[in-house]
Nanobody, 124 residues
Framework: QVQVAESGGGSVQPGDSLRLSCAFS????????MGWFRQAPGKVREGVAS???????VIRNSLKDRVTISQNTAEKSMYLQINDLKPEDTAMYFC??????????????????WGQGTQVTVSS
């Protein structure tokens, strides 16, 4: 069983930056992939960014100029850097892991293991 945990959320002001972290434990296959998703109140969960074992990445088009995804496979960790935060970025951010070989994806159905989420609130 793979366990996933996010950290790094918080309450920030517009224009600030945050770095979210995701750590996972348990066995995963070489070639796994990971992703960040978010869900704002009353809205559908949406894909933010994803990275695969070979460092290929995909980022949601509307966030490409503000978001960076990275990972440290040796430490079983993944990171999401969000710059110039806006009120519309307010959401619960989730880390997702697919233990089997896979490619990048912004579809939540492609991931088997999920964390509990970390809240990001952007307001002045």
């Amino acid at each position: 069983q793979v366990q996933v945990a996010e950290s790094g959320g918080g309450s920030v002001q517009p224009g600030d930056s945050l770095r979210l972290s995701c750590a996972f434990s348990g066995y995963i296959y070489r070639g796994h992939c990971m992703g960040w998703f978010r869900q704002a109140p009353g809205k559908v969960r949406e894909g933010v960014a994803s990275i695969d074992y070979d460092e290929h990445t995909v980022i949601r088009n509307s966030l490409k100029d503000r978001v960076t995804i990275s990972q440290n496979t040796a430490e079983k960790s993944m990171y999401l850097q969000i710059n110039d935060l806006k009120p519309e970025d307010t959401a619960m951010y989730f880390c997702a892991v697919e233990a089997w070989p896979c490619g990048t994806s912004l579809m939540d159905g492609d991931f088997s293991f999920w964390g509990q989420g970390t809240q990001v609130t952007v307001s002045s």
